[in-house]
């Protein structure tokens, strides 16, 4: 089986107050003719289907049932995106492929859950469809009726009596206070008529997203879980590869060379207390770089500044020992998670030995603010540009490094700069 993707529409900006009630007005209209639509395919497809499947013929009812479903369903998805202003949720659907059999090709629909979601859709957005669609007529007829009755209200017929709605709830007799009392109406109608025709297109809109997106949100959500696990995994072991390799090119390299110095003061003591001794400061003077060695090394593991005292000192530490010159903005939520101050620290880190080694930049701004659920860290310079996660230059282990925490990496550098380093990491 392979996948077949729902195409996706732009996403609508949001609208003044006005055309949103025009949106929500034609969507919650339009949802009882579509639901009734759905409701008839539906009921008649299954029952068909259902009635004869003794006879085979019913396979390919059913099946042909939830194409057409699924065709109403992409085309609800389409006015959820116009009605609901935001990005469209990707769906997919399970096609037969040219290495089955025709048969096992025309009954692929059967075996694809969210095709069934489709037509379950039909009979529910019947239901919900008619509700928003009776809501909305009345509402607006109340609006259109009360505002200009006063117009028309002299062609209408009196009745016995000439009693009126306003003389029977003894608000006056005649017209005028007739015409008073449906002009408040209207007024009323109108002032409620944003809220109330938005309430019934989200009635019938919250249980479409829930129906017809719900199965593939769920599914993007595993994704990306899995995603963020791989992510992890392979970035811990690249750096427990870069761990070894940098304690067996530094620290082990310097302890074998103290233990040979050491070794040779010990000989040289009784012969040569003198040359004993330089040795001994030799080796002195390797213990001292092997420390240092060690804790920049400790550093890379679990910076004590990030463990103590928390990450906007270890920000500000960063700043301190960059190699350029940096500007820092930071305004950082309290009740951060450790492993997302970790990977907000490291981002910037990195990102900034990349501006050191390759960029050629003077200058470097760093920002790490909220926005939304996530933690916005951007890294900018005005180097020479040209810098991509294929190049290597740590930006693939960086990438890898967000990702492990179920963030997002982008690096916008056209050649000859500059460069923009932008990391989205969830701040929950």
């Known amino acids: 089986m392979t996948t077949m993707s729902i195409p996706t529409t732009a996403r609508r900006d949001p609208s003044p107050l006005a055309a949103r009630v025009g949106w929500d007005t034609l969507y919650a209209l339009t949802a009882f003719p579509l639901g009734l639509l759905g409701f008839v395919i539906t ?9 004869t499947l003794i006879v085979w013929v019913g396979v390919l009812v059913l099946a042909a049932t939830l194409v057409v479903s699924s065709w109403l369903a992409r085309l609800e998805r389409v006015r959820l995106v116009a009605m609901q202003g935001r990005e469209p949720r990707p ?16 009954i692929a629909p059967l075996r694809d859950p969210q095709m069934w979601l489709d037509t379950l859709w ?5 239901v919900t469809g008619l509700a928003a669609f009776i809501v909305t007529v009345v509402w607006w007829a109340g609006v259109l009726t ?16 000439n009693e009126t709605l306003a003389s029977l709830i003894g608000l006056g007799d ?7 009392l449906n002009l408040a109406i209207g007024l009323a109608a109108l ?3 944003p809220w109330v025709v938005r309430g019934a297109a989200w009635l019938h809109a919250s249980l479409a997203d829930v129906v017809l997106n719900g199965r593939s949100s769920m599914s993007a959500r595993v994704e990306r879980a899995e995603g963020a696990r791989d992510a992890a995994q392979e970035a811990e072991a690249v750096a427990l590869r870069r761990l070894e390799r940098d304690i067996h090119d530094g620290p082990q390299q310097r302890l074998v060379r103290l233990t040979m110095d050491l070794g040779r003061a010990r000989r040289q003591v009784g012969a040569d207390p003198e040359q004993a001794s330089a040795t001994i400061e030799s080796a002195l003077e390797q213990a001292r770089e092997t420390l240092d060695e060690l804790r920049a090394l400790s550093r890379g593991i679990a910076p004590p500044l990030l463990v103590d005292r928390g990450l906007g ?3 500000d530490e960063l700043v301190v020992r960059s190699a350029v010159p940096v500007t820092l903005v930071h305004d950082l939520p309290a009740g951060l998670s450790p492993h997302v101050e970790t990977a907000v620290y490291f981002t910037v880190s990195e990102a900034l030995t990349n501006v050191a080694k390759h960029s050629g930049a003077d200058t470097a701004d760093v920002r790490v603010v909220p926005n939304g659920s996530d933690l916005l860290v951007q890294v900018r310079d005005a180097g020479v540009g040209g810098a991509h ?14 990702a492990a925490v179920g963030g997002t990496l982008e690096v916008d550098s056209p050649v000859g700069g500059p460069t923009l380093v932008t990391a989205r990491i969830p701040a929950g």
């Open 313 to 315: 000192v270890a920000l």
């Open 174 to 180: 005649g017209r005028l206070a007739d015409s008073l």
């Open 146 to 161: 009360g505002l200009t009755y006063w117009f028309w209200q002299i062609w209408l017929p009196q009745s016995e009596g």
């Open 91 to 106: 769906t997919t659907y399970r096609v037969g492929t040219g290495r089955e059999g025709r048969v096992a090709r025309l």
């Open 43 to 51: 009921i008649v497809g299954v029952a068909t289907g259902v009635a």
């Open 389 to 402: 996660p294929g190049k290597g230059q740590g930006l693939a282990g960086l990438a890898q490094r967000v």
């Open 191 to 193: 002032v409620t008529l």
């Open 122 to 126: 039909g009979p529910l957005a019947f």
